[in-house]
């Protein structure tokens, strides 16, 4: 009969999570976080969203038009994770990273603070779907780039 050799698994020692890595698992974690619920409040809030920047139609076009402002957050994703993807082979992930949150939350928080349709007219629906793209980019850098 032969022995069996129990001394190799083949599986790699488990020496833990080292500080950095938990440091970068946090700071990865914290970013999708916030880019995801921004999207979440924007889908949860798109009729309120829909009076206040598309009040120049009636109600059922400023909804959809909203519904189109959340979309072309989505379908901006490929070029982000196109474009970080480059740059992040250019400057390094690490830099990638950092830029698509600044720029999640430099637009999330100017969404935040935009007049509404009352108060700046037309400019308000296209600042927004402008940030809504911003958005979307970062967003697909995020994942495609980072």
């Known amino acids: 009969m032969a022995a069996i050799d129990n001394t190799t698994t083949g599986s790699a020692p488990n020496h833990g999570i080292t500080k950095e890595e938990r440091k970068v ?4 974690s914290l970013g999708t976080v916030f880019e ?7 889908g949860s809030l798109a009729a309120i969203i829909a009076k206040h920047f598309f009040a120049g139609v009636n109600e059922t ?26 740059l992040g082979d250019m400057i390094g992930r ?10 999640m939350g430099i637009s999330t928080a ?5 007049p509404g349709y009352a108060t700046i007219g037309v400019a308000a629906p296209i600042i927004l779907i402008t940030l809504r793209l911003l958005q979307g980019l970062a ?5 495609g780039g980072a």
């Open 25 to 28: 698992i946090f700071a990865s």
């Open 36 to 42: 995801w619920y921004d999207f979440y409040l924007y």
């Open 61 to 86: 076009t400023s909804f959809i038009f909203a519904l189109l402002a959340f979309a072309a957050g989505f379908a901006v994703r490929p070029f982000g994770a196109i474009v970080f993807g480059r």
């Open 94 to 103: 690490k830099h990638t990273f950092l830029i698509t949150i600044v720029i």
């Open 110 to 114: 100017v969404v935040g603070f935009l």
């Open 139 to 143: 967003l697909g850098g995020e994942y």
